[in-house]
């Protein structure tokens, strides 16, 4: 449910469409890695409940030498085998190779085959529990045929994630110092607010201005026409036919589909299903500035920047200032799509949708202006994120040092440093960049480890 951004926030046609493309990019590599589950407590914080489950992990022992470093990505929302390929390309790759690390993905209690091995019952989907299994594991794990100790604190154990997941390493390394050696955040949603209409403003910023302004006179104009009640029923008929009777924050909604691909675009097309996000939004852009005639619906003139977004039509909320520019209707308001997810899941015997998400708990860890020593913050100045990580135009400024690393990729969007290639030659300047300055600072934090 995006209208609320409490790191654990994401689009849900998003993470449906990335699944799709994970699956393909799965089966076409042939990714063959043994699954490991590790016995975790049901409960960390009740000691008379002694009900366990098996939480999943995967290694890769291939660039490993006695004395490296692990190098563990967090799962973060998605199934632990999507993010198998990196392991083979992309940053695991990358890091474990300059280092002689082992490569872990670790999945998260309630994902994944970590959801059937659970009762299905929520109460133990606790952000706190979740951070426990990953401090337990990093504790605790022997892994399969290394015959030396692997735990925390004796090795240097050294976390990445991106998104929801940057935000779990980062607030790892705040929780567990004495586990987590070090941590990267890439694209890291360290900051939860319950209306965050900055979601759409960093694209409102960042992405191509001519776009934009088209997107925000079509825009504007659909709220005034939503108004309108002779226009109205006509409007949704233009987009949808045959939609006289969907609300006006669904219809809102629907118009986000082409901001909402933003975040799903990426340097390396063959990474994501290029028809989905990386063209979505271009055709969005390109079909709003076609040449074409205005309408008339029941006596009411339709602006042809409209007419073409309707052509093309084939969540998080807008500002709330009414007068600030906007790329999303003022339709979409938290309060409406709220009413979605109580819809979707109403009260049950055991648990039910809280009525304001707690956000407080998440930003005790700091918010944007977490930091620490060797806690890494990676972002891209087009990521429609950045409002909500230490990079956002809302927090203090930083220095940037092997210490506290602190990048911002110039035209990156969301978690653009997370895959690679197979020959790194062959990725973009700005993304060979990147990943040589995190195995700079990464092997600078070993040095530490070492002295």
Not at 69 to 84: A, F, H, N, T
Not at 416 to 442: L, R, W
Request: one cysteine or more; charged letters at 20%; glycine letters at 8%.
């Amino acid at each position: 449910m995006a209208l609320v951004n409490t790191a654990f926030s994401f689009h849900p046609s998003l993470l449906a469409r990335e699944g799709e493309a994970w699956r393909e990019n799965l089966a076409t590599r042939s990714l063959n890695y043994t699954a490991y589950t590790f016995t975790q407590p049901r409960d960390h914080f009740d000691v008379s409940d002694n009900a366990t489950f098996e939480q999943r992990y995967w290694f890769s022992d291939r660039y490993y030498r006695p004395s490296g470093p692990i190098i563990m990505m967090d799962s973060g929302e998605y199934p632990g085998d999507y993010r198998l390929p990196f392991l083979e390309t992309g940053i695991l790759q990358i890091l474990t190779s300059a280092t002689g690390g082992l490569g872990v993905i670790l999945e998260n209690r309630y994902y994944g085959m970590c959801l059937s091995r659970l009762n299905v019952m929520t109460g133990w989907l606790t952000y706190s529990q979740t951070l426990a299994d990953s401090a337990r594991f990093i504790s605790r794990i022997k892994f399969d045929g290394i015959n030396e100790t692997m735990t925390a604190p004796s090795k240097p154990w050294i976390l990445y994630g991106g998104s929801y997941a940057g935000a779990r390493v980062a607030h790892l390394r705040v929780k567990y110092p004495e586990l987590v050696f070090g941590a990267i955040g890439s694209s890291a949603v360290t900051y939860a607010k319950i209306e965050f209409w900055e979601y759409y403003e960093a694209i409102r910023r960042s992405a191509n201005q001519t776009c934009i302004a088209h997107l925000t006179s079509a825009i504007m104009t659909i709220d005034d026409l939503l108004e309108n009640a002779t226009a109205n029923p006509l409007l949704k008929d233009l987009f949808y036919g045959e939609a006289t009777n969907v609300s006006d924050t669904a219809f809102g909604s629907y118009l986000a589909s082409g901001p909402n691909s933003v975040q799903g675009q990426n340097w390396d097309t063959s990474f994501y299903d290029p028809n989905v996000d990386n063209v979505t939004w271009r055709s969005l852009c390109d079909a709003l500035g076609k040449k074409s005639e205005p309408i008339t619906l029941g006596g009411v003139e339709i602006p042809s920047v409209v007419v073409n977004f309707a052509n093309w039509q084939v969540a998080n909320v807008a500002p709330p200032d009414p007068s600030h520019p906007r790329i999303v209707s003022k339709f979409v308001t938290s309060v409406g799509l709220a009413e979605f997810c109580n819809y979707q899941f109403p009260p049950g015997k055991f648990a039910s949708i809280p009525a304001v998400p707690d956000v407080e708990s998440i930003n005790a860890f700091g918010g944007l202006d977490i930091a620490a020593d060797r806690l890494a913050f990676i972002d891209g100045t087009q990521d429609p994120w950045l409002g909500a990580t230490p990079h956002s135009w809302l927090a203090k400024n930083r220095t940037d040092t092997v210490q506290r690393p602190f990048k911002l990729i110039p035209n990156g969007v969301h978690r653009y440093d997370e895959n690679g290639m197979a020959d790194h030659s062959k990725e973009p300047a700005y993304i060979q960049q990147i990943h040589t300055q995190e195995v700079e600072f990464v092997r600078g934090w070993l040095k530490e480890w070492k002295n």
